[in-house]
C-alpha cells in the first residue's frame, strides 16, 4: 500500500530514477543489517524491521515533497506573490 501511495506521486521520469536509485539503496541497508551480530535474533528482526519502517518512511516523505507546488502536500503562491508584490513596490 504504501509502494502505491509513493509510486503514485512520481512522474514517469522520476519513477525510474527511484527504481535505480532508492530502491536498491534501501533494499542495501536492510540486507547490510543481517551482518551485525545479535544475541537474540528476535531483537535482530525488530531492530531490521525498525530500520526498513525508517527508511521507507524516507522515500516516502522525499517522493510526497518532490514537487511542493503540486498533490496533497503542496504550498501555495500566495506568499510568493505577496513578498514579490512588496518588493516590486519598494523598488527591490
Excluded at 36 to 53: D, G, N, Q, Y
Excluded at 70 to 76: A, N, P, T, Y
Aim: hydrophobic share 50%.
Amino acid at each position: 500500500m504504501v509502494g502505491n501511495a509513493i509510486l503514485s506521486f512520481l512522474a514517469p521520469r522520476q519513477l525510474a530514477e527511484c527504481k535505480l536509485i532508492c530502491f536498491p539503496e534501501t533494499l542495501i541497508c536492510i540486507v547490510v543489517t543481517w551482518f551485525f551480530h545479535m544475541e537474540s535474533l528476535k531483537v535482530h528482526i525488530w531492530m531490521t524491521v525498525f530500520i526498513a519502517s525508517l527508511l521507507g518512511l524516507v522515500v516516502f516523505m522525499v517522493a510526497s515533497v518532490d514537487n511542493p507546488y503540486r498533490g496533497k502536500i503542496s504550498v501555495s503562491p500566495a506568499p510568493f506573490e505577496r513578498v514579490h508584490g512588496q518588493m516590486t513596490k519598494s523598488g527591490m
